[in-house]
């Protein structure tokens, strides 16, 4: 079935707030897997910190312009002023996190907008102001101001939230102000795809267009999500809506209201997956991890002690799963921080320790092309044709002249490497060691032959990047 994802954007019941109060703080800590009798009592007390967001914008109408004449009552009519321009608007959610009236939300919710407004559940309207936005997370910061204190609501911690446990969504779905949800947490730390830090809290309760940047409460009040995007092939909620988790919305919204932007770290270098294969190859038995496939000139790990081909285990005392988790961690840590990072390298596992860099952009994955056909030269363990690298070969393949190596020319369907190796590749090293001619690569696969169970690591060179392959090399007769 063909699924869309749909970010939310597109209240109005009067409560009497206590004015500076926080009202995640009921003096009562429940139980957050037990459904209360009813939620009638934790709605009216958080309605008053969660607003309406409605934004205008004012953009060049692509309508023709009507004249001086009969027809140009249809200017007002169609929204457009003399100049020829219309406004165009925006609905979406936020919630109030701080008694001086600091407000997060979705950037969506409030991108190239040119006049944003707060409504609350009594029906006030105040301007609000653009603190600052973060697109990679989708999270934005508003102010608004006022002689009283604000009421508002306060973070949970996201990492104690499990699956099963009771929530409650508070928005402006469709316009419906002030409209309230109830579910459970679905699952934790999904990947819809979105973006590179992905780690989302999916839940059944009701979200739809409108919900943007709303609240996710559990059952003390405390916000464990921003809802932000839903997955429907009808355009409604069917069950399946995603919150920012609430660790990392508080801390992109710290930093928002600090520097103005979001501040990530930076290790500066490219990474791979480690397979159940390759780890084997390393004389590991989890597939987890990551190998190190490219280190940035000039970045924060080259002036450390690491190499290509490294295997990270752990980064700053968390355990290291995959790309994602490791981009998350990254991102995570402090600027600045000395970092320690476990690894693995020539069967031995070390750690290595460097200063974290600042963000700037992000890198561009490669993309992959489809192996060659067979060829009796492919008769070996690898069931590959491996030839001497030519300086037209550099040419047709664009392989820089420090890369050395020998040559994928062809690779066998039916041979261990097919899916894994392409023409063109360079294979740069096997098995740890330098490889310069086809009968170098022919004697590493003899020595790794004799190594029962244990699949043959190759160091690859890929249009531009270079990564690793773990094979199960055979003995073809």
């Not at 102001?129 to 101001?145: F, H, N, P, Q, R």
């Not at 940047?213 to 932000?228: A, K, Q, R, Y």
């Amino acid at each position: 079935m063909r699924r869309t994802v749909f970010a939310l954007s597109l209240a109005l019941i009067a409560s009497g707030p206590a004015m500076g109060q926080s009202l995640s703080d009921s003096g009562e800590i429940m139980d957050q897997g037990t459904r209360p009798d009813s939620f009638s009592e934790l709605s009216k007390r958080l309605m008053p910190a969660v607003v309406n967001i409605t934004t205008s914008r004012v953009v060049a109408s692509d309508l023709p312009q009507f004249e001086e004449g009969p027809l140009q009552d249809f200017n007002e009519f169609f929204g457009r002023d003399p100049e020829g321009f219309s406004q165009e608007g925006a609905l979406g959610s936020g919630f109030v996190i701080s008694a001086d009236g600091l407000i997060v939300t979705n950037n969506h919710v409030i991108e190239g907008a040119d006049e944003i407004n707060a409504i609350f559940s009594d029906g006030r309207t105040l301007r609000a102001e653009l603190i600052g936005t973060d697109a990679a997370t989708d999270v934005a910061v508003l102010k608004v101001s006022q002689t009283d204190p604000f009421p508002f609501v306060e973070w949970a911690d996201s990492e104690q939230a499990e699956v099963g446990d009771w929530v409650m969504a508070i928005g402006n779905p469709f316009g419906f102000g002030g409209s309230v949800s109830v579910g459970i947490v679905s699952a934790r730390n999904r990947d819809i795809q979105s973006g590179n830090y992905d780690n989302y809290i999916q839940t059944d309760a009701a979200i739809n267009s409108g919900n943007s940047g709303g609240p996710l409460f559990n059952l003390n009040g405390e916000v464990l999500g921003v809802n932000t995007a839903i997955i429907t092939p009808t355009g409604g909620s069917v069950g399946l809506g995603f919150s920012i988790p609430s660790n990392l919305a508080k801390q992109v919204s710290e930093q928002l209201v600090e520097f103005g932007k979001a501040r990530r770290g930076w290790f500066g270098v490219n990474i791979q997956d480690a397979d159940r294969g390759i780890a084997r190859a390393y004389g590991l038995e989890d597939g987890s991890g990551v190998i190190l496939t490219r280190i940035t000139d000039d970045g924060p790990a080259s002036k450390a002690d690491f190499e290509i081909g490294d295997l990270i285990l752990e980064f700053d005392g968390r355990p290291v799963k995959d790309e994602r988790a490791l981009s998350r961690i990254v991102a995570d840590t402090e600027i600045g921080k000395e970092v320690d990072v476990l690894l693995v390298r020539d069967g031995r596992t070390r750690t290595v320790s460097f200063e974290l860099g600042e963000l700037d952009a992000d890198t561009d994955e490669e993309e992959t092309e489809a192996p060659e056909t067979d060829s009796t030269l492919t008769d070996n363990p690898l069931g590959v044709d491996l030839v001497e690298l030519t300086e037209d070969d550099r040419r047709r393949y664009r392989i820089p002249g420090d890369v050395n190596g020998v040559l994928v020319r062809v690779v066998s369907p039916r041979g261990p490497s097919f899916g894994k190796l392409q023409k063109g590749d360079v294979v740069i090293e096997m098995a740890f060691e330098t490889v310069e001619t086809p009968e170098d690569a022919l004697l590493a696969m003899d020595e790794a032959l004799g190594r029962s169970g244990q699949p043959l690591l190759l160091r690859v060179y890929r249009r531009g990047q270079t990564l690793f392959e773990a094979i199960d090399i055979e003995v073809r007769g």
